[in-house]
């Protein structure tokens, strides 16, 4: 029997594919100066990234309600889902898998949460490995889940350190560059982890290091560019991998405004890739 699959918004996946594969997404939480925000509604991703640099108080997120996650178990399994699969952001770094567990708790043992270890499309391609998989079953979606994640790479430059710091959130990776919070430290998020990998001074730099790390990792089936309020930067990076790279890249590319629940951790302008091998 077909499982049904429930995420949260910090996926990133572009609205047509939850409707093609039937997704419940929960919405993560977003606080500006104390008004409550479900993510996706009451403020585009494009003016958040304008006014964040203008903000007086950072802007902060929280996980969706438990009683949200039981919800959807519910209406999923009354329509007749023999099973659950709840995958989530990486629970190192969100509490959003902690509350889907304790909502899991009471379905016995028809809701399996999955920790993605990672976030944005790498959290989204293996809900979208899952969804595929899932006409097979059960176990097959979960091994489709796994398989994705193996062959996994995210990697982004942040603008600034600014953002990370007055989040509160600032990777213990992130620590080594101390009080330099001009420098564009590069990142790879791996098995839930955040690691530094490096830091530019300009972004030309770290566009060519950006790229670099590209070339070494494919070719790959899933791509999808990652921007923080930075279209024009990141359609160039595109446009710069396909010139040098284009036997690596799969057929559809998705272009991903990230979502303003990592974005205020992050800040803008930042730019990144996530990228399943093939």
Do not use: W
């Amino acid at each position: 029997m077909k499982p049904g699959i429930v995420t949260d918004s910090t996926c990133d996946l572009p609205v047509q594919l939850i409707e093609l594969h039937q997704l419940e997404v929960i919405p993560s939480i977003l606080v500006i100066d104390g008004k409550e925000y479900a993510d996706g509604t009451g403020i585009s991703r494009q003016e958040f990234y304008a006014r964040l640099p203008e903000f007086k108080n950072p802007p902060t997120t929280a996980a969706p309600s438990i009683g949200e996650f039981g919800a959807r178990y519910d209406r999923l399994l009354e329509q007749g889902c023999g099973h659950v699969i709840s995958i989530h952001a990486a629970e190192a770094l969100t509490a959003i898998g902690a509350a889907a567990r304790q909502a899991a708790a009471d379905f016995d043992s028809r809701v399996t949460v999955v920790d993605s270890q990672s976030l944005s499309l790498g959290l989204g391609f293996q809900v979208l490995a899952a969804a595929e998989a899932a006409e097979s079953g059960l176990e097959a979606a979960l091994e489709a889940i796994e398989s994705t994640r193996r062959r996994l790479h995210v990697f982004a430059v942040l603008d600034t350190l600014r953002y990370a710091r007055r989040s509160g959130r600032i990777p213990a990776a992130l620590t080594i560059f101390g009080g330099l919070l001009n420098v564009k430290p590069m990142i790879e998020l791996s098995d839930g982890d955040v690691k530094s990998i490096g830091a530019l001074r300009t972004t030309g730099k770290a566009n060519e290091r950006m790229a670099a790390f590209f070339h070494s990792g494919g070719p790959f089936e899933r791509l999808a560019i990652l921007h923080t309020g930075a279209e024009a930067r990141a359609r160039e990076f595109l446009a710069r991998i396909m010139r040098e790279s284009s036997r690596l890249l799969p057929r559809d590319i998705l272009m991903v405004n990230v979502t303003p629940v990592i974005g205020a951790h992050v800040g803008p302008n930042g730019l990144g890739f996530a990228a399943v091998r093939a």
